[in-house]
Nanobody, 121 residues
Framework: QVQLVESGGGLVQAGGSLRLSCAAS????????MGWYRQAPGKQRELVAT???????NYADSVKGRFTISRDNAKNTVYLQMNSLRPEDTAIYYC???????????????WGQGTQVTVSS
């Protein structure tokens, strides 16, 4: 069994910063890509940022230059540093990892439980 646990959300004023973390645990053989997604009320879940095993990153246009994704493979953890936050960044943020665990011969997507980020104006 694999679990992803997120932390670091909260309430912040516009212009402020937050750092999200997501740690995977369980019977993990390997982790491929990691990423962050978000879902605002009444909207579909959208990609925020992804990072590959070779640390190649990809960002949504709306967060480029403000957010930074990184990973610590030794800790099975992905981070999202969010700076210059705006009210429109308010959403539930979810991490996702592509993981091969010891019970499968293929990769599978695992999601965190979500963490609320609220940016006040």
């Amino acid at each position: 069994q694999v679990q992803l646990v997120e932390s670091g959300g909260g309430l912040v004023q516009a212009g402020g910063s937050l750092r999200l973390s997501c740690a995977a645990s369980g019977s993990i053989f390997s982790i491929n890509a990691m990423g962050w997604y978000r879902q605002a009320p009444g909207k579909q879940r959208e990609l925020v940022a992804t990072i590959t095993n070779s640390r190649r990153t990809n960002y949504a246009d709306s967060v480029k230059g403000r957010f930074t994704i990184s990973r610590d493979n030794a800790k099975n953890t992905v981070y999202l540093q969010m700076n210059s936050l705006r009210p429109e960044d308010t959403a539930i943020y979810y991490c996702k990892m592509v993981i091969r665990d010891y019970s499968r011969s293929y990769d599978a997507d695992y999601w965190g439980q979500g963490t609320q980020v609220t940016v006040s104006s």
